[in-house]
């Protein structure tokens, strides 16, 4: 893979994750229905907080790979010896919050206002706008080593790289504590009279 191709393609996987923290702040609004449409509707409630409690473990647990690698977690947009990396991280973590809160936000004000259309359409475009990024990008994904190594295009693929088990257990544990908040929310709400 040569460097002009390099320049011209975009970064990866810290671009990808605040969409993917938008889509997932919207379907947590969504499963929580109930609870936003009840008597006294709270956009900055239980669901809300369930979206910011996602979005930290979602942080913490990527925080392995910008240790490790961190010019793959850059997607090798600039080499990770010319940044500070804690703050990098903080910075991400911060827009990871912001971005599971927008997309919780909007979606919950779509609900309040009787809108459920509106509510599957902010769903649809953060999915929409996290799928169009990996599409876009994926070459950098499937690459891992050092900014020098991409460039160079001699990076090993994804699956044989020695971040591949790590990754693997990540995405399980993401899984299954993503999976189960969303089925809190959705019994914690079912008592509650939807409008």
Not at 148 to 164: C, D, K, R, W
Request: net charge positive; charged share 10%; aromatic share 12%.
């Amino acid at each position: 893979m040569g460097s002009s191709r390099t320049r011209c393609r975009r970064c990866e996987t810290f671009l990808i994750d605040p969409p993917f923290l938008f889509t997932a702040g919207s379907l947590f609004a969504l499963v929580a229905r109930r609870r936003l449409v009840a008597k006294k509707p709270n956009l900055f409630g239980l669901s809300a907080w369930v979206t910011v409690g996602f979005a930290l473990f979602f942080w913490i647990s990527v925080s392995w790979f910008v240790i490790n690698s961190p010019d793959w977690m850059l997607s090798y947009f600039i080499p990770a010896t010319e940044l500070h990396m804690g703050a990098v991280h903080t910075v991400f973590a911060i827009s990871l919050v912001l971005a599971g809160l927008s997309g919780h936000t909007l979606t919950a004000a779509c609900l309040q206002r009787g809108g459920l259309a509106g509510a599957v359409t902010v769903l649809s475009a953060g999915a929409v706008v996290w799928g169009g990024l990996w599409v876009f990008s994926l070459d950098r994904y499937m690459a891992v080593g050092t900014h020098a190594e991409f460039v160079a295009g001699t990076a090993a693929q994804l699956q044989q790289s020695p971040i591949i088990n790590a990754m693997n257990m990540v995405g399980a544990a993401q899984g299954i504590i993503g999976v189960g908040m969303l089925a809190w929310l959705y019994t914690s709400g079912r008592q509650l009279k939807a409008r």
